[in-house]
């Protein structure tokens, strides 16, 4: 069994920035990849970010690549989510995710272990 637990969000003005934390417990994740993915109001769960293992392979969202920062720390079991130059749009429960061990995984079923999310309101 894994436990995923976020930390970090909160209400930030537009163009701010915030980190966000995963701290992982059980079973050990540090060889898969993990995972970001968010959820507006109204909206199905979208893929953010996933690093790997080692990480030092990293894929974005187009919607947040340049802005956003996935990094880990797997002595501390833990992954983080850098984020800056936040806009409204940003705005969401954001959850992190052990994937199932596919490939850079970009699907929510290439994920098996979820969060309970974090939330993340940016205002204009």
């Known amino acids: 069994q894994v436990q995923l637990v976020e930390s970090g969000g909160g209400l930030v003005q537009a163009g701010g920035s915030l980190r966000l934390s995963c701290a992982a417990s059980?079973?050990?994740?540090?060889?898969?990849?993990m995972g970001w993915f968010r959820q507006a109001p109204g909206k199905e769960r979208e893929f953010v970010a996933t690093?790997?293992?080692?990480?030092?392979?990293?894929y974005y969202a187009d919607s947040v690549k340049g802005r956003f920062t996935i990094s880990r720390d797997n002595a501390k079991n833990t992954v983080y989510l850098q984020m800056n130059s936040l806009k409204p749009e940003d705005t969401a429960v954001y959850y992190c995710?052990?994937?199932?061990?596919?490939?850079?995984?970009?699907?929510?079923?290439?994920?098996?272990?979820w969060g309970q999310g974090t939330q993340v309101t940016v205002s204009s």
């Open positions: 995710a052990r994937s199932t061990g596919r490939w850079l995984p970009r699907r929510r079923s290439d994920y098996d272990y």
């Open positions: 059980g079973r050990t994740f540090s060889n898969v990849f």
């Open positions: 690093i790997s293992w080692s990480g030092g392979l990293t």
